[in-house]
Nanobody, 128 residues
């Protein structure tokens, strides 16, 4: 059983930056696809990004491409999301998730059942 714990959320002004972390325990995630998804207030889940733990390939939703960067520290078994040039519309609860299958943009919107493991989420609020 894998446990995922997100951290790093908070309040930031437009144009600012935050780095989210997702610490995994219980097992390594070497054979998983690792995801960030988000849910804005009053809206459904939205894909943010995915990384293939085997080769490090990353993919991003158009809404965050060029502003967000996903990475992984294998030694720490931790996933990161560096968020730059934040916008009001980035306000959401951000979840990390893991699944053996590549599901990014396969289902629209993403569903909790798409992932074997979920974190509890971390709130990001972009406000002036």
């Amino acid at each position: 059983e894998v446990q995922l714990v997100e951290s790093g959320g908070g309040l930031v002004q437009p144009g600012g930056s935050l780095r989210l972390s997702c610490a995994a325990s219980g097992s390594t995630l070497d054979s998983y696809f690792l995801y960030w998804v988000r849910q804005a207030p009053g809206k459904g889940l939205e894909w943010v990004s995915v990384i293939n733990a085997l080769d490090g390939d990353t993919y991003y939703a158009d809404s965050v491409k060029g502003r967000f960067a996903m990475s992984r520290d294998v030694a720490k078994n931790t996933l990161y999301l560096q968020m730059n040039r934040l916008k009001f519309e980035d306000t959401a609860v951000y979840y990390c998730a893991a699944d053996p299958a590549f599901r990014f943009l396969v289902t629209l919107p993403p569903r909790p059942s798409d992932f074997r493991y979920w974190g509890q989420g971390t709130q990001v609020t972009v406000s002036s």
